[in-house]
């Protein structure tokens, strides 16, 4: 590594051993979880997070959803830490994502939902923390010390470790091949070519991000990346939700970062791309498909519901070189911590 290189961009750089790692390591569990779901079959899955971690369990709950038909729902951590609330999940699971599982609202909502009847589920990086030794079942996350503020590998890992989970209880052969694939596809990234892309970034002052399914869920993770690397103003909307009142802020040279794998929603996602470059919108697009527009070509998993994170790590080194080149440092973004601890 060189010395120049930000933490940012060294540790995302790690990402695919992560995976690899993790995805070894944690077998035993997810066939532990496996057989959980398979004895109790919860009809709703429930869980919390904060900040990228949370983005992770967007992504979660749509792979979950599209592979196993049972939904999931985001549970607020204020409702126990603020408000106090009781849990009714008799029988269900819930699953809690951090990488530090430290803050005291998201160990107080996993404490409320043990208490209304659920098993807890912690998915962390760091295995000793409050969270981990207060849940049923730890998963790890493997992705060792992440020193950059702005999380990276351990968001990969997260969503890793979750789309793990969902092969092994949808017993879903396409998805445990594209997992097996993930960390050559993200190793194939390396020398990617952004200037254009990046050209387009450092000249903007707002944009939107753009995704369906698991790639809303990247869509999410690039807008808080580009707001606390870059100090950029970003917001992320599904393709499908930008094409209503989003759409009336797209005027010539508006700059729309688009997540747009090879999956159900491809030829739709297209669409919405081309007519929003036809009210003069400057498109960034990451596919393993060719695009329209600046079009940054990834490597593929064989399974584009997999490969929102490939692009993923692309847009981690894009944002990483703009945000440099904007004079500020990736790695000690302004009034930000490693670890938030909210309540």
């Known amino acids: 590594m060189s ?11 790690q ?35 904060r900040g990228s971690s949370d983005h992770a369990a967007t992504f979660f709950k749509y792979l979950f959803e599209i592979t196993c038909g049972v939904p999931v729902a985001s549970v607020g951590p204020s409702i126990a830490s603020v408000y106090g609330a009781t849990l009714h999940l008799k029988g269900g699971v819930h699953f809690t994502v951090s990488q530090s599982g430290a ?15 659920a098993t807890t589920i912690a ?4 295995t000793d923390s409050p969270l981990a030794k207060q849940a049923d079942i730890v998963l790890g996350l493997n992705a060792g010390a992440e020193k950059s503020v702005a999380a990276t590998k351990s968001f990969i890992a997260s969503v890793a470790a979750l789309s793990g989970v969902t092969a092994a209880i949808g017993g879903a052969s396409d998805l445990q091949a594209a997992l097996g694939n ?16 990046e050209e387009v970034l450092f000249n903007a002052t707002s944009l939107y991000t753009g995704g369906r399914g698991p790639a809303f869920a990247i869509a999410l993770e690039a807008a808080l990346k580009a707001k606390e690397t870059s100090g950029l103003h970003a917001e992320a909307f599904s393709l499908a939700e930008l094409m209503h009142g989003p759409m009336r ?12 794998p090879d999956d159900a929603a491809f030829a739709n996602n297209r669409q919405a791309l081309e007519r929003l470059q ?15 527009g600046v079009n940054l070509r990834v490597p593929t998993t064989g399974n584009g519901l997999i490969d929102p ?15 440099r080149r904007k004079g500020f440092d990736p790695d000690k973004p302004a009034n930000l911590l490693k670890v938030t601890e909210t309540v």
């Open 3 to 13: 010395e120049n290189q930000s933490l940012m961009l060294q540790e995302a750089g």
């Open 15 to 49: 990402s695919a051993e992560v995976v690899a790692t993790l995805l070894e390591k944690e077998e035993p569990v997810f066939a532990e979880i496996a057989r959980l779901f398979s004895s109790s079959r919860p009809n709703v899955v429930t869980t919390a997070a």
């Open 103 to 117: 803050s005291p609202d998201i160990v107080a909502l996993q404490d409320a939902a043990k208490k209304g009847g």
């Open 123 to 126: 998915v962390v990086n760091v």
């Open 182 to 197: 993930l960390p050559e596809a993200l190793s194939a990234t390396a020398g990617i070519d952004t200037a254009a892309a």
């Open 249 to 260: 802020l797209v005027q010539p040279g508006f700059p729309i970062v688009a997540f747009a």
């Open 278 to 292: 036809k009210l003069g919108a400057t498109t960034v697009g990451f596919s393993a498909q060719p695009l329209s």
């Open 309 to 323: 994170l490939v692009s993923l790590l692309v847009y981690y080194r894009l944002i990483e070189s703009v945000t």
